[in-house]
């Protein structure tokens, strides 16, 4: 049996990294939405804070909801499934004990994710990351074409009852009108505004505690389209597109061209729809395609685009890549700016939409001048470094020779 070590630094693919350090602008232009005013409260209550009203606010959220909201998230979904392919598959290399080294990674994240979901922020996705990883145990030994056709049969299903449901609310709502029934909409608030602005770090914690309730009463929903792209960046890995980007250019090319081609109409339709027309339980349903085609199609489109766009210029490669290598300890740091910005300072519910982007850049930018900083000097990121002792129960070198 081999021994338990890690993956050596230089067996790392760059280009990885790279798409997924800017992935993490992605991930922080997504939630900034959430961590700078009350939108998920506004979901509940069918209203519209002023931060996000106007004509100048609602144009920059028809971008981000267009080209960035579910695009990105999807994105990173798509590289962990390809990064737990390239650790699953070198760890086989080293050891029998392939199993035991992914379930104290599994674990270890999870642990993470709720910890950053309770005690930071409610809108952690590690967690969900970590309980959906699980199944890749199952699908790691299954064919390529398998895991295809099954990620696929997934985004298909999702579709098909986004659709279903979308009808059917509208014929009940049809039907409401008709008899005089018309509902209400939904009844219920979380005080987020007042519970951030002027309640104690356990009022905040509590909030979060239950909003998590919520999103894992609601994860049903929501890990079939993980899964899914998880197969699919497992897919990616079981073939080699990755091993030798430049023996895949064309298939690059193609992807990019059908993912952006045919995700965009949707992403523009659905983010209409987010943006414009939020009040209407039909269309908030409706936009939910972003999440099962627009969504995956444009992840990929990214993904096919950026590594074709990594292949010309390297030097964007050793810009990106140390961010997207210390991907967890700045998808967490993130958290932190962004809650020292918005609820330590204040500002939460009171800075317009329009300037969500330029402030998101600005941290972005930061976190890469840190990460270029850090990873001159240690081996991993705080955070990976940890992760890294617990799943092969050993020290790793921090600092480096």
């Given at each position: 049996m081999g021994e338990n070590n890690p993956i050596e630094f230089?067996?790392?693919i760059f280009e990885i990294d790279g798409i997924r350090g800017f992935a993490l602008l992605g991930i922080l232009m997504m939630n900034i939405m959430s961590f700078a005013g009350p939108d998920l409260?506004?979901?509940f209550t069918s209203t519209r804070s002023e931060i996000?009203?106007?004509?100048?606010?609602?144009?920059?959220?028809?971008f981000i909801n267009t080209f960035i909201t579910t695009n990105f998230y999807t994105m990173f979904s798509?590289?962990?499934?390809?990064g737990f392919y390239i650790f699953l598959s070198r760890a086989e290399k080293k050891t029998q004990s392939t199993a035991a080294l992914f379930l104290r990674r599994i674990a270890l994240l999870l642990v993470f994710g709720l910890l950053h979901g309770i005690l930071l922020w409610y809108g952690d996705i590690l967690w969900t990351y970590a309980v959906t990883g699980l199944f890749l145990l199952l699908f790691y030994k299954f064919k390529p074409k398998v895991n295809l056709i099954i990620a696929v049969g997934l985004l298909s299903l999702s579709t098909i009852i986004v659709l279903?449901?979308?009808i059917g609310t509208y014929m009940m709502n049809m039907a409401a009108v008709n008899t005089g029934m018309e509902s209400e909409g939904y009844i219920f608030s979380l005080n987020m505004t007042e519970t951030i602005l002027n309640g104690s770090y356990g009022d905040v914690v509590g909030m979060n505690a239950i909003i998590l309730g919520l999103s894992a009463a609601g994860a049903i929903f929501v890990i079939p389209n993980v899964l899914a792209m998880f197969l699919l960046g497992l897919y990616a890995g079981q073939k080699g597109y990755f091993n030798n980007l430049r023996e895949h250019t064309g298939l690059l090319r193609k992807v990019a061209v059908i993912g952006i081609g045919v995700g965009l109409p949707v992403k523009i339709f659905t983010g209409y729809l987010t943006t414009y027309e939020g009040d209407d339980i039909v269309f908030v349903q409706l936009a939910q395609l972003s999440s099962t085609i627009g969504g995956p199609l444009m992840s990929l489109g990214y993904v096919a685009a950026l590594a074709l766009i990594l292949l010309k210029l390297p030097k964007l490669v050793r810009l990106l890549q140390p961010v997207g290598q210390m991907a967890l300890t700045n998808y967490i740091g993130q958290t932190?700016?962004?809650l020292v910005i918005f609820y330590v300072f204040g500002l939460f519910n009171s800075i317009d939409a329009v300037w969500f982007i330029p402030i998101a850049t600005g941290v972005f930018i930061l976190q890469l001048i840190l990460s270029h900083f850090w990873m001159k000097y240690f081996s991993y990121g705080p955070l990976e470094w940890i992760w890294r002792n617990f799943?092969?129960?050993?020290?790793?070198?921090?600092?480096k020779r």
């Amino acid at each position: 049996m081999g021994e338990n070590n890690p993956i050596e630094f230089n067996k790392r693919i760059f280009e990885i990294d790279g798409i997924r350090g800017f992935a993490l602008l992605g991930i922080l232009m997504m939630n900034i939405m959430s961590f700078a005013g009350p939108d998920l409260d506004d979901s509940f209550t069918s209203t519209r804070s002023e931060i996000y009203t106007g004509f100048w606010n609602e144009l920059s959220l028809f971008f981000i909801n267009t080209f960035i909201t579910t695009n990105f998230y999807t994105m990173f979904s798509f590289l962990f499934g390809l990064g737990f392919y390239i650790f699953l598959s070198r760890a086989e290399k080293k050891t029998q004990s392939t199993a035991a080294l992914f379930l104290r990674r599994i674990a270890l994240l999870l642990v993470f994710g709720l910890l950053h979901g309770i005690l930071l922020w409610y809108g952690d996705i590690l967690w969900t990351y970590a309980v959906t990883g699980l199944f890749l145990l199952l699908f790691y030994k299954f064919k390529p074409k398998v895991n295809l056709i099954i990620a696929v049969g997934l985004l298909s299903l999702s579709t098909i009852i986004v659709l279903l449901s979308s009808i059917g609310t509208y014929m009940m709502n049809m039907a409401a009108v008709n008899t005089g029934m018309e509902s209400e909409g939904y009844i219920f608030s979380l005080n987020m505004t007042e519970t951030i602005l002027n309640g104690s770090y356990g009022d905040v914690v509590g909030m979060n505690a239950i909003i998590l309730g919520l999103s894992a009463a609601g994860a049903i929903f929501v890990i079939p389209n993980v899964l899914a792209m998880f197969l699919l960046g497992l897919y990616a890995g079981q073939k080699g597109y990755f091993n030798n980007l430049r023996e895949h250019t064309g298939l690059l090319r193609k992807v990019a061209v059908i993912g952006i081609g045919v995700g965009l109409p949707v992403k523009i339709f659905t983010g209409y729809l987010t943006t414009y027309e939020g009040d209407d339980i039909v269309f908030v349903q409706l936009a939910q395609l972003s999440s099962t085609i627009g969504g995956p199609l444009m992840s990929l489109g990214y993904v096919a685009a950026l590594a074709l766009i990594l292949l010309k210029l390297p030097k964007l490669v050793r810009l990106l890549q140390p961010v997207g290598q210390m991907a967890l300890t700045n998808y967490i740091g993130q958290t932190v700016i962004m809650l020292v910005i918005f609820y330590v300072f204040g500002l939460f519910n009171s800075i317009d939409a329009v300037w969500f982007i330029p402030i998101a850049t600005g941290v972005f930018i930061l976190q890469l001048i840190l990460s270029h900083f850090w990873m001159k000097y240690f081996s991993y990121g705080p955070l990976e470094w940890i992760w890294r002792n617990f799943t092969y129960l050993k020290m790793m070198p921090f600092r480096k020779r």
